[in-house]
């Protein structure tokens, strides 16, 4: 697999369901973060987290990282409409600080 | 602070035609990153560069592209004698400081090339 690779590739949901999206990589990381991009748009950041971090929140997001299987975790709680969009995760290769590797992302679908 | 702003935001020539992206960084920004998104991936690196240095150019193509960032005005990146694989979403971010963890993305220029 990929560097940063999310799946499912896609998910659908009823809106007010929660949705997981996972991310796996292979190398060493300084941090790992989640952006969302709408169809044909820009990236927007949600959330970095380090690698000497667990568990980070904001709003209705919970991001899990779990160095020791190189995975990470995004939660969306209590999901709307609004929130269908790709989600890719993003690593630095820990060799560099600045060089970010994305996956594919997964395309989330909410159904009002 | 406007942000990251990339124009144009829309872009099409034709084959063998030279384009040419901006990106102004958020202000007081000297750290800028390229990106390019084909469709249905990811972002994939491209180049790195400070005010007129060219810190990283390891995912740029050996021909045809190049990336500048002069001492004034925006960030160009210029493809010369496009091809239809071309077609993609270019996205620029920039950082105040050296790192990932620092930096914004623009909106990206979507390039098509006929």
């Known amino acids: 697999s990929q560097q940063g690779e999310e799946d499912p590739q896609a998910l659908s949901i009823q809106e007010g369901e929660n949705a997981t999206m996972n991310c796996s990589y292979k190398t060493s990381i300084n941090n790992l973060q989640w952006y969302r991009q709408n169809s044909g748009r820009g990236l927007v950041h949600l959330i970095l987290i380090r690698s000497n971090e667990r568990e980070k929140h904001s709003g209705r997001l919970r991001v899990t990282l779990d160095t020791s299987k190189k995975s990470s975790s995004l939660l969306i709680t209590a999901s709307r409409a609004a929130d269908t969009a790709s989600y890719f995760c993003a690593t630095d290769d820990g060799g560099s600080n600045y060089k970010l590797t994305f996956g594919k992302g997964t395309l989330l679908t909410v159904n009002p | 602070n406007a942000g990251v702003m990339q124009n144009p935001r829309h872009l099409v020539r034709r084959r063998g035609q030279e384009a040419r992206l901006r990106c102004s960084p958020m202000?007081?920004?000297?750290?800028v990153y390229w990106y390019r998104q084909l469709p249905e991936e990811g972002l994939k690196f491209m180049v790195y560069l400070q005010k007129e240095n060219i810190i990283d150019e390891s995912g740029m193509p050996k021909e045809r592209f190049s990336a500048e960032f002069p001492k004034e005005g925006p960030s160009i990146l210029r493809i010369q004698q496009v091809v239809r694989g071309d077609s993609a979403a270019y996205f620029c971010?920039?950082?105040?400081?050296?790192?990932?963890?620092?930096?914004?993305f623009g909106q990206g220029t979507r390039l098509t090339v006929v």
């Open positions: 971010a920039s950082s105040g400081l050296q790192g990932s963890a620092e930096a914004f």
């Open positions: 202000k007081g920004h000297s750290h």
